[in-house]
């Protein structure tokens, strides 16, 4: 099971392709089953292997309070069998006719995957359709996956600080939104969730007319709809209710959250800033912010690494990001690793200096243009890979964004004016809306500023 970031920077850099007006990004073909499942085809016949992948558009921001970490739970329970399929059979089955199967949940949505030969399609379409409707769970098989969940949940946050570090952090950032619980949940709630929890939200959700079926590989629509139509067209609607994202404060303070652990062996520096998303806020600025996240630290040529590693010599890495693709709001960080014998209070007064010129608008319109080369390079193959379509067109469908919004990003972006990027660095470069993470060795030493190491994602999930 995976917990996904929220993330993905390959989307990010996705959404900033520069193409022709006619271009199109993945050309899908789509439909839409009499019971409102979205059916998405996108075809790539240079080998025969397809991903059929369906996302629920719910995940761990839809949770109710105080039963933190049941999107993720129900996701590792979603194999545990049906009347036709037993316990644990899903996987082995896959297995067994050459193919892989994972599931993965985040803030927004939880999806299920399986990469097949083409000629076995029908048999995961199958098995897929009939664990969305008759999923059988009994008092056993939930309290066994319930300690495996809390285990998980030890092991990958529990004993890495770095984790728990940005667990921390997204608590701080987001003061009221849903997005301030972790994905995986808080180790309290998780031991209190229960069989009847994990059904009820199962029937809430859990329904076709609440997901998205995408096949990418070597196949067409043609092939699809009468397999599509035939396992999951028979399947029940359900009444799912909205999707609430509860409104953000105005910030007022800038925050500070410090883990020092003894298995940390070199400091780092990170901050979150609150940012609006493409469907909440002033979206209008997703692409300037996507296009800024590149100028700032989007590779070694970029203002951050240019500055603090080659120029200054202060750091070993530095590094932004931003992703657009969610219900609600989001957020753009920033990530430095000092080097080595560097003081971390030195380290944060040359970021601070570089973060106050940028969020002035002292761009060069060069480093506009730069950054969009860069990114156009970085997708150059994004057509040719057989999952990079299904990714970025179901995490977009997931989060009630549409297929024609996926195609027109290119024109989008490509329209982005270096104005338009000082307004963005302007209004969510303000430390107000900020979190600064510090990650410190344990010492006798008094803390100095620290944070996440810049290889952490900026998003939420489970993977």
Request: zero cysteines; a neutral charge.
């Amino acid at each position: 099971m995976k917990i996904l970031a929220r993330s993905a920077l390959l989307l990010a850099a996705l959404l900033v392709v520069s193409r022709p007006a006619e271009a199109r990004l993945f050309d899908p073909q789509t439909f839409t089953l009499s019971n409102g499942m979205v059916v998405v085809v996108v075809p790539n016949h240079r080998i025969p292997i397809v991903s059929h992948m369906v996302w629920y558009k719910v995940g761990a921001a839809d949770e109710v309070e105080g039963k933190s970490g049941l999107a993720h739970m129900l996701e590792h329970l979603m194999f545990k069998g049906t009347p036709s399929v037993p316990p644990g059979d899903f996987s082995k089955i896959v297995s067994r006719n050459g193919g892989r199967d994972n599931a993965f949940t985040s803030s927004d949505y939880t999806g299920y995957f399986q990469n097949v030969a083409a000629d076995r399609l029908e048999l995961v379409m199958r098995m897929e359709a009939d664990r969305m409707a008759n999923l059988t769970l009994d008092e056993d098989n939930f309290r066994t996956e319930r300690a495996v969940v809390l285990e998980e949940r030890r092991s990958r946050v529990g004993n890495n600080p770095a984790a728990r570090l940005a667990e921390q952090m997204e608590a701080s950032l987001f003061l009221n939104s849903p997005y301030r619980r972790p994905v995986i949940g808080w180790e309290s709630e998780i031991a209190g969730l229960s069989r009847e929890d994990a059904l009820a939200f199962y029937r809430r959700w859990y329904a076709p007319n609440n997901a998205v079926l995408v096949v990418a590989g070597d196949v067409d629509a043609e092939t699809v709809r009468p397999l599509a139509e035939k396992y999951y067209g028979g399947l029940a609607r359900a009444d799912t209710p909205p999707r609430l994202r509860t409104e953000e404060p105005p910030p007022e303070a800038a925050r500070r959250v410090t883990v020092a652990d003894p298995r940390v062996s070199q400091p780092s520096w990170s901050r979150l800033y609150l940012a609006p998303s493409q469907r909440t806020g002033e979206s209008r600025l997703a692409q300037p912010l996507e296009v800024l996240a590149e100028i700032i630290g989007g590779g070694t040529t970029s203002i951050l690494y240019r500055s603090l590693v080659v120029d200054q010599g202060l750091a070993a890495h530095a590094d932004a990001a931003y992703d657009p693709v969610a219900v609600g709001l989001t957020s753009f960080r920033i990530g430095v690793v000092p080097r080595p014998g560097i003081g971390l209070d030195k380290l944060e007064a040359a970021i601070e200096r570089e973060i106050a010129r940028i969020a002035r608008g002292e761009i060069p319109a060069e480093e506009v243009e730069r950054a969009k080369t860069r990114l156009r390079a970085s997708v150059v193959y994004a057509r040719d890979s057989l999952h990079t379509g299904a990714q970025v067109l179901g995490e977009a469908l997931a989060v009630g964004m549409a297929v024609e919004d996926v195609e027109s990003w290119p024109d989008r972006v490509g329209a982005v004016t270096p104005a338009q990027v000082a307004e963005a660095a302007a209004k969510v470069l303000d430390a107000r809306a900020s979190v600064t993470g510090m990650l410190l060795p344990m010492s006798g030493a008094a803390p100095v500023p620290a944070a996440l190491p810049a290889a952490l994602p900026v998003t939420r999930g489970i993977r």
